[in-house]
């Protein structure tokens, strides 16, 4: 917990803190959308089968009905609405006797949408299911575009914990909010369902990145007393995200003109990014101290703080110097299992930090991933959605109570060492307590 002193040098909690929430807001705004998008630009609108009789001008008796021309042409459905994936090869005539009953047709009079589809458009004028047809025997393919998506956040959680350690926070968030800015606009010009999810991939991969850096940074600039307030604010804008974007969506209903609005923001994020500072905790690690020094003077400058002259080179390796000493050693996510504190809590040294919040990012966007592809299976297996969503919640609320420990009203550990202390010190705790009741019983 040296940095937190480093920290309190350099001004604590002030101007620069609350700056830097308000930059991390606006990506905690626009990101729900990214995630969410397809709920509605992947919309399934009413549909059924493109028809001679029906959609060509030219066909079309003058001296029937719309409803007449529905009988003769579309097959009723299971809710005796008109089929949606299925007409009649040849106009059904005889339906139009008042005395029709169902055995006035068979199976074999149908054929399935051989021309395509005509689409409901009075909600949204255009999704990609209409693009893309991705109605009747290719329903399938839309939630797998959404397990695509996920699976981009998957390998990118993974992938840019390991890349942030190496190459910084700060780069990391401005290529991130790049790349997804780039990708998600690049969507709506894709030609085919293929290059759409391809693209989705690459946003979503860039995502996982803006989330790993931009919470990192955040913490490693915030006082451990003020942090929990800190990370309340950003959850409440990411809320307040996903409620806008069903505001955005009523008045955007081109599935297009939806994507754009929610990838062009990431371009003004990534050069709003540029005035954030580097971690100091990640560059004296990494053996900057100059460089580190330099962040913690500009902080101390945005607090108003004037003693921050008192931050040396030599200040900042005499605090750092467990931390340093340690980030020498080689470690690696195994770490997070070979430890034996660290075997059943989430917290790691910095030095498998970023590695350890890519895993945990990763192990829940693997359940994202997969959400999409279990509803898949309720055409053939109807209860086992809700039977797998219900079993596994119920798991997992009762692995928590038993498995994990209370931190309540205890410093949040920065190092193995650290977490190993605590340890100590409640064992310490303990055997005192207990020598105080066996004393107090004789």
């Known amino acids: 917990m040296a940095f937190s002193k480093l920290l309190e ?68 459905g299971p809710n005796w609405e ?14 139009l006797d008042p ?5 006035s047709w068979s199976e074999a009079d149908t054929e399935p949408c051989v021309d395509g589809w005509v689409y409901d458009r009075s909600v949204f004028t255009s999704t990609i299911v209409a693009k ?8 399938g393919l839309k939630p797998l575009s959404q397990s695509i998506f996920m699976s981009g956040i998957l390998v990118g959680s993974f992938i840019w914990g390991l890349v942030s350690y190496r190459f910084g926070r ?17 969507t709506i010009f894709a030609p085919t369902l293929v290059i759409y999810c391809g693209l989705r991939f690459v946003a979503a991969f860039g995502m996982a990145g803006i989330l790993l850096s931009s919470l990192t940074l955040m913490v490693e600039w915030t ?21 806008a974007l069903g505001g955005l969506a009523f008045a955007l209903r081109d599935w297009r003109t939806l994507q754009l609005a929610a990838s062009v923001p990431f371009f003004a994020i990534s050069l709003i990014s540029w005035w954030l500072p580097e971690s100091a905790r990640w560059l004296i690690i990494k053996g900057k101290p100059d460089q580190a020094l330099q962040e913690l003077r500009k902080v101390a400058r945005i607090n108003g703080h004037k003693e921050a002259k008192n931050l040396t080179i030599e200040v900042l390796m005499s605090s750092m110097e467990e931390e340093a000493a340690a980030a020498k050693e080689p470690r690696s996510v195994l770490d997070l299992f070979c430890v034996p504190v660290l075997r059943w809590r989430s917290c790691a040294m910095l ?38 969503y219900g079993v596994i919640s119920i798991a997992s609320s009762l692995v ?7 931190t309540q009203g205890l410093p949040l550990p920065d190092t193995i060492q650290d977490l190993e202390s605590q340890k100590s010190t409640a064992a310490q705790g303990n055997r005192q307590e207990a020598v105080t009741v066996e004393s107090t019983s004789l």
Request: hydrophobic share 45%; net charge positive; charged share 10%.
């Open 82 to 95: 008109p089929h949606q994936c299925r007409r009649f090869r040849q106009p059904q005539w005889q339906l």
């Open 99 to 103: 005395n029709a009953t169902a055995t």
């Open 223 to 243: 006082m451990t007393s003020r942090r929990a307030a800190t990370m309340t604010v950003v959850g409440c804008a990411f809320s307040a995200g996903q409620a």
């Open 9 to 76: 040098q350099a001004g604590g909690m002030g101007l620069f803190q609350t700056l830097q929430v308000l930059t991390f807001i606006l990506p905690c705004l626009v990101i729900p959308s990214q995630m969410l998008l397809e709920n509605f630009s992947a919309a399934v609108p009413g549909h059924r089968c493109w028809t001679h009789m029906l959609d060509n001008g030219s066909a079309v008796p003058a001296n029937m009905t719309l409803k007449a021309l529905l009988t003769i042409s579309i097959p009723p």
């Open 351 to 388: 030095v498998v930090k970023m590695t350890a919040d890519g895993i945990l990012h990763s192990v829940g966007r693997l359940g994202a991933m997969m959400g999409p592809l279990i509803l898949m299976s309720r055409q053939a297996l109807p209860l086992l959605p809700p039977l797998l």
């Open 132 to 139: 893309w047809d991705l109605v009747c025997s290719s329903q």
């Open 170 to 186: 700060k780069p990391m968030l401005s290529w991130c909010c790049l790349q997804l800015a780039v990708a998600g606009t690049s």
């Open 400 to 406: 928590v109570p038993f498995f994990l420990p209370e």
